[in-house]
């Protein structure tokens, strides 16, 4: 029964991480304080070319062989150039209404309330132009 990818690429990242492993405890020559050293100077920033010498060769092998048995399994793997793609043309953008109060379509008013009482709101003073008195 064939392996589905997820099993096989786990096996071939745990294999890798112990080969590493091994290849860190080589490097220091199977002493605790250089060993200690070359964990500690390993960061999410760090580079292939910060990592010890052991360790760039384990990762080299591990990914040949991580390939080998890919197509060994029947996946495919493409070998050489990667195939280039035309970039995707750039849509036009869409216009999108923002819905603030200067878009609001002038003239009539299609979707707005009609007035109350049929004379629209009242705005400023009543008759006379003065404020009432109680």
């Known amino acids: 029964m ?20 091994v290849a860190l405890k080589d490097a220091a020559n199977g002493l605790p304080n250089p060993l200690l050293r070359e964990l500690n100077s390993i960061h999410p920033n760090t580079t292939y070319a910060d ?6 060769a384990a990762i080299v092998t591990n990914v040949r062989s991580a390939f080998t048995r890919l197509l060994k399994e ?30 609001r379509p002038r003239g009539g008013s299609g979707d707005r309330r009609p007035p109350r009482d049929g004379q629209g709101p009242k705005r ?4 006379g132009n003065k404020p009432r008195r109680p």
């Open 2 to 21: 064939a392996k589905s990818a997820t099993d096989l690429m786990q096996e071939i990242l745990f294999s890798t991480v112990l080969d590493s492993i």
């Open 51 to 56: 990592l010890p010498k052991e360790v760039q």
């Open 74 to 103: 029947g996946y495919s793997v493409a070998q050489g150039v990667e195939q280039r793609r035309a970039p995707p043309a750039a849509s036009a953008p869409t216009h999108r209404p923002r819905g603030g109060p200067g878009d």
């Open 124 to 127: 400023g003073p009543g008759p």
